[in-house]
């Protein structure tokens, strides 16, 4: 009988697993979409994430360690139920938010990671390893210096600047065009008609691409979410998070550069002795690390 390991990355929209032999050698890696996932009530959830490893282990083969990072696991306890939930199910498992997964791909043993991608959130634990996290409240109230937050305040920015009486400084020309609207009023409209992540992220390259025409607005609508992200760092170290190394992913964040520099300025502000480090490595890669780690101890 062949010994695996599973490792899973779970998020919004999509599920990405991955099979190994412990000796190393890859057997599967897939990805299928997050159909009605919630890693509450933990039973349900548990069972969603064994249906799909049963799915995909081969005849014959056995699962001797299982790990995952998860949308929705935001307290230590529901983590923790998990793994009991999973273990009742034949499963070892290490479970943790999603987000935790990035610190781990990036070869760190603890550090904070920052996504800003769709969202936003920060994610880092304390010197006893209880889970902590800043941020994620959602595209409608939050989520700054994600690709929704983004879109939310350069929106906002330029319809005040349009109620002032002053002229475009190209920010609005680039979010009419890009929402394809013929004027504010028909902006205002489309934006909040549908105020969705699906409606309002995939507009975020306009606000970048209005940055480098020359647009202020658009610079201070970045560099302020740059601020905001750098801000759920500098929480999470005054609660406790311990590590110098703080891990950014998502694909707003590691694909804008201007974004990308405004935040290490804002962390370097907040301190010095951080180190900030953008994922190249899948954040699965994350799940597997700890599948591993796991089995040593």
Known sequence: MDDLIAALDIGGTKTQLILEQVG??????????????????EPAAAKWIAERVRRHTPNGARIVSLAFGAQGINRSETGQNLERELAALGYATTAVNDASLIVAAAGFSQGIGVIAGTGAIAVGADADGRFLSSGGWGWVIG????????????????????????????????????????????LTRRVNDDPTVDNWAPHA????????????????????????????VRQLRNRGAVGSDVVVAGSVIVNQP???????????????????HVLREPPVTGAVMLARSALTK
């Open 205 to 232: 390259p306009a606000v970048f691409a209005a940055a480098e025409a020359g647009s202020a607005l658009a610079d201070a609508v970045i560099t302020d979410g740059a601020r905001h992200l750098a801000e759920l």
């Open 24 to 41: 190393g050698g890859r057997v599967l890696d897939v990805t299928e979409p997050s159909l009605e996932w919630d890693a509450e009530p």
């Open 143 to 186: 989520d700054e210096g994600s690709a929704a937050g983004l879109v939310r305040e350069a929106t906002r920015a330029a319809l005040r600047a349009n109620d002032e009486g002053r002229p475009d400084d190209g920010l609005l020309g680039h979010l009419l065009a890009d929402f394809g609207v013929a004027d504010a009023e028909r």
């Open 258 to 276: 201007r974004l990308l520099d405004a935040f290490r300025r804002s962390v370097a502000e907040h301190d010095q002795s951080a180190s900030v």
